[in-house]
C-alpha cells in the first residue's frame, strides 16, 4: 500500500500561480506512474496529468496542456503540479494518485487539496 499526502492548495487570483506537492510513502518501490486529478463541485473527477515514475514521461488533459507542468523527485518520493495562468475553471479539489503497474488502474488516492481561483 501507498499513502499520499498533498498539499499546496491555496485561493489566487485568476492569472496567477499555484504548486502542489504530493508526498509518497509506503511501497514507493512499486511505481509506475503518479497522476493529478481534480474535482469541482457537481462535477466528476476529471483527469488533469500523470507521470511515469522511471522514464517521466508526461501526459496532459487538453484543458491543462501548456500551463500547467508536472513533475517529480524519486529520491523524496514526491511529485508536484506548477499550475500557471489559473483561470477559475480550474477551481476544484486537487488529488493525487498511484499507479503500480501499467495494467493496473490508479490503487492509492491522497485526501485531496483545494484549490480555488477567483475572477
Known amino acids: 500500500q501507498v499513502q499520499l499526502v498533498e498539499s499546496g492548495g491555496g485561493l489566487v487570483q485568476a492569472g496567477g500561480s499555484l504548486r502542489l506537492s504530493c508526498a509518497a510513502s509506503?511501497?514507493?518501490?512499486?511505481?509506475?506512474?503518479m497522476g493529478w486529478f481534480r474535482q469541482a463541485p457537481g462535477k466528476e473527477r476529471e483527469f488533469v496529468a500523470r507521470?511515469?515514475?522511471?522514464?517521466?514521461?508526461?501526459y496532459y488533459a487538453d484543458s491543462v496542456k501548456g500551463r500547467f507542468t508536472i513533475s517529480r523527485e524519486n529520491a523524496k518520493n514526491t511529485m508536484y503540479l506548477q499550475m500557471n495562468s489559473l483561470k477559475p475553471d480550474d477551481t476544484a479539489v486537487y488529488y493525487c494518485?498511484?499507479?503500480?503497474?501499467?495494467?493496473?488502474?490508479?490503487?492509492?488516492w491522497g485526501q485531496g487539496t483545494q484549490v480555488t481561483v477567483s475572477s
Open positions: 507521470i511515469t515514475w522511471s522514464g517521466g514521461s508526461t
Open positions: 509506503g511501497r514507493t518501490f512499486s511505481t509506475y506512474a
Open positions: 494518485a498511484h499507479r503500480g503497474a501499467i495494467t493496473t488502474q490508479y490503487d492509492s
